[in-house]
Nanobody, 124 residues
């Protein structure tokens, strides 16, 4: 069984910074893409940033230049450094990972897992 556990959310004033972490653990053979998504009250979940196993990144236009995604493949961990935070960044942030798990003695097909979410609140 594979788990993704986020940490690092909290309350911050506008203009401040937060760093989110998401660690994947369990019977993991390999991890391909990892990413961060967010969902604000009354809105759909939206992509924030993604990163491939090779380090290529992609960002939503709304966070470009302010957020940086990175990962430590040895630790199966993805990070999101958030700077110059704005009230509109307030949301529950979720990490995800596309991974291939061990199932018994076999490696199973790639699947996508999600973390439980961490609240980020930016006050004006």
């Amino acid at each position: 069984q594979v788990q993704l556990v986020e940490s690092g959310g909290g309350l911050v004033q506008a203009g401040g910074s937060l760093r989110l972490s998401c660690a994947a653990s369990g019977s993991i053979f390999s991890i391909n893409g990892m990413g961060w998504y967010r969902q604000a009250p009354g809105k759909q979940r939206e992509l924030v940033a993604t990163i491939t196993s090779g380090g290529s990144t992609n960002y939503a236009d709304s966070v470009k230049g302010r957020f940086t995604i990175s990962r430590d493949n040895a630790k199966n961990t993805v990070y999101l450094q958030m700077n110059s935070l704005k009230p509109e960044d307030t949301a529950v942030y979720y990490c995800n990972a596309d991974y291939r798990p061990w199932t018994g003695w076999k490696v199973s097909a790639e699947t996508t897992g999600w973390g439980q979410g961490t609240q980020v609140t930016v006050s004006s």
